[in-house]
């Protein structure tokens, strides 16, 4: 396995009731509170009252920034820089899924800022050391983003979504409570769930040696939402279901699983070009990408997609070729994904191949993406045809 450091400060409280942990956590922050939320989700299940419950008992001042968008926009996250800097505001609560707690923390780092926030988003600059602290309350499984330093950007005017990460923007705590994610219906649940299994992929799909350990809890993860998920979409207020859920979408993506190996991340660049010029939801597109990116890189290195049949879908290897094994296991993933509810192709978005050639472009961040099998644009331009 290749060098690495590993740091992730964020506290998670996980369980029943662990909103009520807000006034124990906050202070220690400061009290002049930016409470960033979505479309209004919150209000309806009543986690907004019990959120502005908790800050009130530490007589927080608190300016809200709400309607926060699916695939979070540039706007958005200017609104709410000036926001903290003309209220002069010491921290970010963010309350909702990937997208609010993404739109937070590019928020954060854009306050101590002196140039476009943009510069940070598509990394030609790095996020300053003493940006604004943030904590979330999450109520949705899939993302990872409330233990990681990852967040996804679109700027509308270009049709360009891009990402950072940094560890000065990973959140300072996160409450994880299970029946929050109650309210998620079932199209979002099977999107969280596909997401969860695709950052896995993105990381179990390296482009580095020896790294049996990191596979073996990628694996695991993998496993428990293919056991977990038929179940939880058939039972969505089952709270052992949601519980495991939600831990997974945590430990898939919190840097465990990408100790010391060098991960692809080409699907989810893919995805981000689709979903940046047509706007659906992420996980969706990657339900659709994914199966197709894995026949491509099948067709060059079919090895590691072979051992993901055996060991995670259970296909039996005796007298078969790996590129026969991985042809199994794309068409059980396939399956797995399509019996859940997940769409199949980018047309029951109603997307035609007649942007084709802009998404290419959008996902091109360099000459070549990807890391397991690098793609070249053709490459991409081919998933993107295959997957219509």
Same mark, same amino acid.
């Given at each position: 396995?290749?060098?690495?450091?590993?740091?992730?400060?964020?506290?998670?409280?996980?369980?029943?009731?662990?909103?009520?942990?807000?006034?124990?956590?906050?202070?220690?922050?400061?009290?002049?509170?930016?409470?960033? $939320?979505?479309?209004?989700?919150?209000?309806?299940?009543?986690? $907004?009252?019990?959120?502005?419950?908790?800050?009130?008992?530490?007589?927080?001042?608190?300016?809200?920034?709400?309607?926060?968008?699916?695939?979070?926009?540039?706007?958005?996250?200017?609104?709410?820089?000036?926001?903290?800097?003309?209220?002069?505001?010491?921290?970010?609560?963010?309350?909702?899924?990937?997208?609010?707690?993404?739109?937070?923390?590019?928020?954060?780092?854009?306050?101590?800022?002196?140039?476009?926030?943009?510069?940070?988003?598509?990394?030609?600059?790095?996020?300053?050391?003493?940006?604004?602290?943030?904590?979330?309350?999450?109520?949705?499984?899939?993302?990872?983003?409330? =233990?990681?330093?990852?967040?996804?950007?679109?700027?509308?005017?270009?049709?360009?979504? /891009?990402?950072?990460?940094?560890?000065?923007?990973?959140?300072?705590?996160?409450?994880?409570?299970?029946?929050?994610?109650?309210?998620?219906?079932?199209?979002?649940?099977?999107?969280?769930?596909?997401?969860?299994?695709?950052?896995?992929?993105?990381? $179990?799909?390296?482009?580095?040696?020896?790294?049996?350990?990191?596979?073996?809890?990628?694996?695991?993860?993998?496993?428990?939402?293919?056991?977990?998920?038929?179940?939880?979409?058939?039972?969505?207020?089952?709270?052992?279901?949601?519980?495991?859920?939600?831990?997974?979408?945590?430990?898939?993506?919190?840097?465990?699983?990408?100790?010391?190996?060098?991960?692809?991340?080409?699907?989810?660049?893919?995805?981000?070009?689709?979903?940046?010029?047509?706007?659906?939801?992420?996980?969706?597109?990657?339900?659709?990408?994914?199966?197709?990116?894995?026949?491509?890189?099948?067709?060059?290195?079919?090895?590691?997609? /072979?051992?993901?049949?055996?060991?995670?879908?259970?296909?039996?290897?005796?007298?078969?070729?790996?590129?026969?094994?991985?042809?199994?296991?794309?068409?059980?993933?396939?399956?797995?994904?399509?019996?859940?509810?997940?769409?199949?192709?980018?047309?029951?978005?109603?997307?035609?191949?007649?942007?084709?050639?802009?998404?290419?472009?959008?996902? =091109?961040?360099?000459?070549?993406?990807?890391? $397991?099998?690098?793609?070249?644009?053709?490459?991409?331009?081919?998933?993107?045809?295959?997957?219509?």
């Amino acid at each position: 396995m290749d060098n690495f450091e590993f740091h992730n400060h964020t506290k998670i409280l996980f369980g029943k009731g662990q909103v009520s942990s807000l006034k124990n956590e906050l202070p220690a922050y400061g009290n002049r509170v930016l409470l960033v $939320y979505g479309s209004g989700s919150i209000k309806k299940s009543g986690l $907004y009252d019990k959120v502005i419950r908790e800050l009130k008992e530490i007589d927080a001042t608190v300016i809200e920034l709400a309607g926060v968008e699916p695939n979070p926009r540039l706007t958005t996250v200017n609104k709410g820089i000036n926001l903290i800097r003309e209220n002069q505001l010491d921290f970010i609560l963010a309350v909702g899924g990937g997208s609010v707690i993404d739109s937070a923390k590019a928020i954060a780092a854009g306050v101590p800022y002196d140039g476009d926030v943009w510069d940070i988003i598509t990394s030609k600059a790095k996020a300053p050391s003493n940006s604004v602290p943030i904590g979330t309350v999450l109520t949705i499984a899939g993302t990872g983003s409330e =233990m990681n330093g990852n967040s996804v950007i679109t700027d509308w005017d270009t049709n360009t979504k /891009a990402f950072f990460n940094s560890n000065h923007v990973l959140p300072r705590f996160s409450i994880l409570d299970p029946e929050l994610t109650f309210s998620v219906p079932r199209d979002q649940t099977v999107y969280g769930s596909v997401d969860i299994m695709a950052h896995v992929f993105e990381q $179990y799909f390296h482009a580095s040696s020896n790294a049996p350990l990191q596979e073996r809890i990628g694996e695991a993860i993998l496993s428990t939402v293919i056991e977990t998920a038929p179940k939880l979409v058939n039972e969505l207020n089952n709270y052992e279901y949601r519980e495991v859920m939600l831990l997974n979408g945590t430990l898939a993506l919190n840097g465990l699983t990408v100790m010391g190996v060098n991960p692809d991340w080409a699907t989810h660049l893919i995805e981000h070009a689709v979903s940046a010029v047509h706007d659906i939801p992420h996980g969706g597109g990657i339900a659709i990408i994914a199966p197709h990116w894995m026949e491509h890189v099948a067709s060059v290195r079919p090895e590691k997609v /072979a051992q993901l049949g055996v060991r995670v879908f259970g296909l039996d290897k005796a007298g078969k070729t790996d590129a026969e094994l991985a042809a199994e296991t794309i068409q059980s993933l396939r399956e797995f994904w399509k019996s859940i509810g997940a769409p199949t192709k980018l047309s029951d978005y109603g997307i035609d191949d007649k942007e084709i050639e802009l998404m290419t472009e959008r996902a =091109m961040l360099a000459e070549q993406i990807g890391n $397991y099998v690098p793609l070249t644009k053709e490459d991409v331009r081919k998933i993107l045809r295959n997957s219509l």
